[in-house]
């Protein structure tokens, strides 16, 4: 097994977003995933299911820039949340976020933003349609196999390479016929890429609440049946 730290990636996903009204500065526009891991919920332990808040900031702030800061506030005020560099889409033009998965629901998202602000942040006034949306991290995984990667800071999470770039639509039908099975139990996957040394591999993420090496060679194995043979989507098609 390989031990890969600190490595600069993305995951890309559509969710379902709302506006939020409440608890943040005035005039500001911050986004909340409305459902988390839709159809997992209630099978999911409630400490593994945290807030997610995307903060539309006026510039494109570096990821280390919002990893310094979010340290720096959680050190200081003793809070638990992750905030990373992200992006909403809409019409093909990117926004700028910082999204912020909080666990502490009494630590309100206002305060959140005060700090950023502290720290040479600023908020956008800009109000916008949603549609899709990717954040840009650090991973720390573990290999397991050829081509499959546990993170190891998310005991639910993994990661395997696909052969070259895939078009979301295709992945986002290829991923409604392999619901269908049974078999492969319920499990939420999104798009993704890692940036290792000179190398860009392109992944699926997926998250499986009994994740294990063979549960997902076997999710992989579908994927990549249906990628390299896409005609066979239009038989029995759902």
Same mark, same amino acid.
């Given at each position: 097994?390989?031990?890969?730290?600190?490595?600069?990636?993305?995951?890309?996903?559509?969710?379902?977003?709302?506006?939020?009204?409440?608890?943040?500065?005035?005039?500001?526009?911050?986004?909340?995933?409305?459902?988390p891991?839709?159809?997992?919920?209630?099978?999911?332990?409630?400490?593994?299911?945290?807030?997610?808040?995307?903060?539309v900031?006026?510039?494109?702030?570096?990821?280390?820039?919002?990893?310094?800061?979010?340290?720096?506030?959680?050190?200081?005020?003793?809070?638990?949340?992750?905030?990373?560099?992200?992006?909403?889409?809409v019409?093909g033009?990117?926004?700028?976020? !910082?999204? !912020?998965?909080l666990f502490?629901?009494?630590?309100?998202i206002?305060?959140?933003?005060?700090?950023? !602000?502290?720290?040479?942040?600023?908020?956008?006034?800009?109000?916008?349609?949603?549609?899709?949306?990717?954040?840009?991290k650090?991973?720390?995984?573990?290999?397991?196999?050829?081509?499959?990667?546990?993170d190891?800071?998310?005991?639910?999470?993994?990661?395997?390479?696909?052969?070259?770039?895939?078009?979301?639509?295709?992945?986002?039908?290829?991923t409604?016929?392999i619901?269908?099975?049974?078999?492969?139990?319920?499990?939420?996957?999104?798009?993704?890429?890692?940036?290792?040394?000179?190398?860009?591999?392109? !992944?699926?993420?997926?998250?499986?609440l009994?994740?294990?090496?063979?549960s997902?060679?076997?999710?992989?194995?579908?994927?990549?049946?249906y990628?390299?043979?896409?005609?066979?989507?239009?038989?029995?098609a759902?």
């Amino acid at each position: 097994m390989r031990s890969l730290d600190r490595i600069y990636g993305c995951i890309y996903k559509k969710e379902f977003l709302t506006t939020v009204e409440k608890n943040i500065l005035p005039g500001s526009f911050v986004l909340k995933i409305w459902k988390p891991f839709h159809g997992l919920q209630d099978k999911m332990p409630m400490r593994n299911i945290p807030d997610f808040y995307f903060m539309v900031m006026k510039d494109d702030y570096p990821l280390d820039d919002i990893i310094v800061a979010s340290d720096r506030i959680k050190l200081k005020y003793d809070q638990i949340f992750d905030a990373v560099k992200g992006n909403i889409y809409v019409a093909g033009e990117a926004h700028p976020v !910082i999204r !912020i998965k909080l666990f502490d629901k009494s630590f309100l998202i206002k305060d959140i933003q005060n700090l950023f !602000i502290e720290y040479g942040f600023e908020m956008s006034t800009n109000r916008f349609l949603i549609k899709e949306r990717g954040v840009i991290k650090y991973f720390s995984l573990e290999e397991v196999g050829k081509g499959v990667y546990f993170d190891k800071k998310t005991p639910e999470l993994a990661y395997f390479r696909l052969p070259s770039q895939v078009e979301w639509d295709l992945f986002e039908e290829i991923t409604k016929r392999i619901k269908v099975n049974v078999a492969l139990g319920d499990f939420d996957t999104a798009l993704g890429a890692f940036h290792i040394g000179e190398n860009t591999e392109y !992944i699926i993420r997926v998250l499986k609440l009994q994740r294990n090496l063979d549960s997902i060679d076997l999710l992989k194995q579908d994927y990549l049946t249906y990628l390299n043979k896409p005609e066979l989507l239009n038989l029995n098609a759902v």
